[in-house]
């Protein structure tokens, strides 16, 4: 499922326009990145736990030429799925 599928999905479940939906997905995952940016993390019970994961820098090889590289410390976003959302699976 991409965004335009996931939208029209809202827009029939919640029996709301198309352009109302897309704004509330929109909105949603806007505030889900601006939690992120701050290092909070968003829970949403019975789905999941999403969270920001620091990487510490470290040497890594050129998979062309083999040498020696340097990757930045960067900021990673993590999700760890809920109970509810592992038994709807199984």
């Not at 992120?36 to 968003?42: C, D, I, R, S, T």
């Not at 620091?54 to 900021?75: F, K, L, M, V, Y």
């Amino acid at each position: 499922m991409n965004k335009a599928e996931l939208i029209d999905a809202v827009a029939d479940a919640a029996d709301i326009s198309k352009a109302a939906a897309g704004r509330s997905v929109d909105t949603v995952l806007e505030v889900i990145t601006d939690s992120l940016k701050k290092g909070n993390a968003v829970t949403l019970v019975g789905f999941g736990t999403f969270s920001s994961r620091r990487r510490e820098a470290r040497t890594g090889r050129n998979p062309r030429t083999g040498e020696p590289i340097q990757i930045a410390a960067s900021n990673l976003p993590v999700f760890k799925p809920g109970k509810a959302l592992k038994d709807a699976l199984n």
